[in-house]
């Protein structure tokens, strides 16, 4: 995915499965709302579209990016592989033949931070050649589950060769190899997306923010 300014972040497109953990159901968008998003965001220079998770709703945003003449980046979970509601190896194939990305999102959707030595690298290294191989292709791109991390996590994932790393930390994506998000919830409205796209962020949440990623990437 190139550069981009301003990088949304989804997880799924219409009804969540039974899969879905109470928790992201939130996440979930319509298509109709998905499809006004990326009407709006043609309208702005430099926005990138993630989506996390491998859900099989991937493949029909996929197509309605391509409508548009946009790619974007998918992040999967190699132990989501074969089960219902999911992307399929097939899938991932699909996906970077037709230009899109496709990253690491880990294996079982869990919190790196809590991981021993041996569960990161099984959630990184090993996942990781397992997404390769179902792709086709190189994954230098991750996206880190819940946006949870620590400079432990940071360390590990740019020693192992992630390129880029995606966190879900809003704001402006940053021209490092850190790549800040902002996810898109169902409660959104069209004017909050526009206001996202347009960098419209009140200085005192933009102050907490760079405070709190600060303490994540260097301190902790």
């Excluded at 981009?4 to 979930?28: C, K, M, Q």
């Excluded at 998770?53 to 132990?79: I, K």
Aim: glycine share 10%; hydrophobic share 40%; with cysteine.
């Amino acid at each position: 995915m190139n550069e981009s300014a301003i990088i949304l972040n989804f997880h799924g497109i219409g009804t969540p499965h039974e899969g879905v953990d109470p928790t992201e159901r939130p996440y979930w968008i319509s298509p109709e709302f998905f499809r006004r998003i990326l009407d709006h965001a043609a309208k702005w220079p430099q926005v990138g579209f993630t989506f996390d998770d491998g859900n099989s709703s991937d493949v029909p945003a996929a197509a309605m990016l391509e409508e548009r003449g946009l790619r974007g980046a998918f992040f999967v979970l190699a132990g989501r592989f074969g089960l219902a509601h999911y992307l399929t190896r097939e899938d991932c194939r699909a996906l970077r033949e037709a230009g899109h990305e496709v990253g690491l999102h880990g294996r079982h959707h869990v919190d790196w931070r809590q991981l021993d030595d041996t569960a990161l690298a099984d959630e990184t290294e090993r996942a990781r050649t397992e997404v390769e191989t179902a792709a086709g292709g190189p994954v230098e791109s991750v996206g880190i589950p819940f946006g949870a991390y620590n400079r432990r996590v940071i360390a590990h994932l740019r020693r192992t060769g992630f390129h880029r790393i995606y966190t879900s930390d809003g704001g402006l994506a940053g021209r490092g190899d850190i790549r800040n998000r902002t996810s898109i919830r169902a409660d959104m409205t069209l004017d909050q997306v526009a206001a996202i796209l347009a960098g419209r962020e009140p200085a005192s949440a933009r102050l907490r923010r760079l405070a709190s990623t600060f303490v994540r990437r260097h301190l902790k």
